[in-house]
């Protein structure tokens, strides 16, 4: 009788156990998110027009831009180190460009700097503004147009022979 009871006690036990670790011993550890803002976007491309909420999240290793409507993500950015992912298909960073204009000119720009506020390609024409800077840059018939001041992030990419436009304003 004793040993039926230990048995059962231990088979029970056991059960318990497996079923906790494959519940929760697979699980991965959140990203430890160091900043959500919300804030009003807008983002233009010849596929995709959109002006409404979103939000701007930064975590250690990477900022993403999520775009949603009616409480669906229509887009999430994420931007890492030497990638960008748009919604579930990623792309090495320097081909990101080459999707949106088929063209290289523009090919090292740090979307994860521009998320943050940041300058971009070193500080390549900078010029202080009120509250801010802007940076203007002309490359292999294209034009970047890039403003931040500490309550918008503004980016305009011009494709001047193709008539092509990409846009990105934060506020």
Request: charged share 25%; net charge positive; aromatic share 12%.
């Amino acid at each position: 009788m004793v040993s039926r009871i230990n048995r059962r006690t231990i088979l029970k036990l056991s059960i318990c156990s497996l079923i906790f670790l494959s519940v929760f011993g697979c699980s991965k550890t959140p990203n430890a998110l160091q900043d959500s803002t919300p804030k009003t976007i807008f983002f233009s491309t010849n596929a995709f027009k959109f002006y409404d909420l979103g939000f701007v999240k930064s975590y250690p290793n990477h900022t993403t831009l999520e775009i949603f409507n009616a409480g669906i993500v229509l887009l999430k950015m994420d931007c890492y180190k030497d990638k960008i992912c748009l919604n579930t298909q990623c792309y090495a960073k320097d081909s990101v460009m080459r999707k949106f204009f088929g063209n290289d000119a523009f090919r090292e720009l740090d979307f994860n700097a521009i998320l943050k506020g940041q300058e971009i390609f070193s500080g390549e024409n900078k010029r202080k503004i009120q509250n801010g800077f802007e940076q203007n840059i002309m490359r292999e018939g294209m034009e970047l147009n890039y403003n931040t001041t500490q309550d918008s992030i503004e980016l305009e990419i011009k494709d001047l022979q193709k008539k092509t436009i990409f846009s990105l304003a934060i506020h």
